[in-house]
Nanobody
């Protein structure tokens, strides 16, 4: 069973930065594309950023382009989300998820429990 554990969330002022981490159990982390999602109560979960198996291909939701950077360290079974210039609208519960072998596969099969990010104005 794959387990994903997020960390790094917290309370930050607008304009500040946070780095989220997602650590996966198992020895096949590098075989799968990964993604960060976020969800606000009452709204659907939305994808924030996606990354390919090697980390060479990344996609971002329009509202975070230029502010967020997704990366991964396959040797550490860990994915990151560096968030800068944070805005109150970025406040959400952030989840990491494991997808399929291709970044173009938009189905995600394993999810973490989430880490809360709160941006104060």
């Amino acid at each position: 069973q794959v387990q994903l554990v997020e960390s790094g969330g917290g309370l930050v002022q607008a304009g500040g930065s946070l780095r989220l981490s997602c650590t996966a159990s198992g020895r096949t982390f590098s075989n799968y594309a990964m993604a960060w999602f976020r969800q606000v109560p009452g709204k659907e979960r939305e994808v924030v950023a996606r990354i390919s198996r090697s980390g060479s291909i990344t996609y971002y939701e329009d509202s975070v382009k230029g502010r967020f950077t997704i990366s991964r360290d396959n040797a550490k079974n860990t994915m990151y989300l560096q968030m800068s210039s944070l805005k109150p609208d970025d406040t959400a519960l952030y989840y990491c998820a494991r997808g399929g072998t291709s970044i173009d596969n938009t189905k995600y099969y394993y999810w973490g429990q989430g880490t809360q990010v709160t941006v104060s104005s």
